[in-house]
């Protein structure tokens, strides 16, 4: 038995090819799963029974289990969900005016070690399948839908845009992430999600970068954070890897389209990277770029010593920026208050007392 959310449109088509099946049933079939949600063979009302016996005798259409779902003051909403193998993911909604963003999740656990980030703490437990990574979109749009039934038509509104700033490093289990954007970007009969609306956040994998400009056309995030090697180092240990010269040099190269930028995700974090030379330093670095930049105050929590910057010194280093014509955000992390802001996820259902 096969996972059918293993397969893009393409690869399904030739399956059924191979079995002198009409090709066009993976477009019935991807309407059903991927439009419609539909949750079961047997939901498929335009494709005859035979054929559905078949499919039902090959294919299983796999669902992640809402373990638990978590709603903050500011109405971003935390889902978590369990795998498979008993192992948990999280994923958040982020609600906005007139589009809704998901936040999901590439791996269970992370590898990187980021000094900052309450993820890095439970390591790497495995990367999550194709299948994982866009069943967390089926199951969210599921869930929005049952939500917002009784609001009026705007509201409505399904999850729109995709950000790949969940739990794990999207670049490090490229292939399966690659498939996935396939799926969620299949215009005509997939999920519908322009690339447009697409974010994959890395810690920085240079070769991979290079490999998403050629293969895909989403938008790319850098989380940064530091405008020196060494306090990058300190910070995001995949910097000794690939420092920052050469991590701006295949930003610099990175296939964007006209009227857009790459993002630049910078953890104000107290006496670490936020002084005003650090900012003058950053203008300077992302000046042959088309950047913008994401200040995102620290998130504190419990695994680290790290403090958020004060008001006055966001302010201030963020000022630097504007003036010179860089255009910049100070990022207030939502649903802080049910730790689904970021570097807070971490995948552990815990039981409150
Ligand atoms: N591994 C990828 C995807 C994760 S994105 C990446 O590094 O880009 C998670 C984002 O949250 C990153 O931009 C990271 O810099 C930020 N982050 C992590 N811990 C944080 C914290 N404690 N406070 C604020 N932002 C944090």
Partial sequence: MKD????????????????????FRAIQIFKWLYIHQANSFDEMTDISKDMRLMLKQNFFIPRLKLENLETSIDGTEKLLFKLRDNKYIESVIIPGKNRHTLCIS???????????????????????????????????RQI??????????????????????????????YANVIKSIAIITDGDYGMKISPRRVTVSTSGFVP????????????????????EDKTRSMLMPINKKYPIKNLLQVCSEFNIKPR????????LIKNINDTNK??????????????????????????????QSSSSRIS???????????????????????????????????IKQ
């Fill in 4 to 23: 059918i959310k293993e397969y893009t449109r393409k690869e399904l088509g030739e399956w059924f090819k191979k079995r002198k099946i009409k090709p």
């Fill in 106 to 140: 590439s791996q269970v656990g992370c590898a990187q070690k980021c000094k900052f980030c309450l993820t890095a703490k439970t390591g790497l437990q495995r990367n999550l399948t194709c299948s994982e990574i866009i069943s967390q979109i089926s199951e969210a």
């Fill in 144 to 173: 929005f839908i049952k939500k917002n039934k009784d609001k009026d038509k705007d509201k409505k509104k399904t999850i729109s845009n995709i950000v790949f700033m969940g739990m794990g490093e999207p670049l490090a289990n």
């Fill in 208 to 227: 991979q970068i290079k490999k998403l400009g050629v293969n895909t056309n989403v938008n790319l995030a850098i989380s940064l954070n530091a405008t």
């Fill in 260 to 267: 857009n930028k790459i993002t630049f995700e910078y953890i």
């Fill in 278 to 307: 650090d900012a003058e330093k950053l203008v300077k670095m992302l000046s042959p770029i088309k950047a913008k930049v994401n200040l995102i105050p620290f998130n504190e929590h419990e695994k680290s010593n790290f403090k």
């Fill in 316 to 350: 201030q280093f963020f000022k630097i920026l504007l003036d010179k014509n860089i255009t910049a955000i100070i990022r207030k992390s939502k649903g802080a208050d049910i730790s689904a802001a970021c570097g807070q996820l971490k995948g552990k259902f815990e």
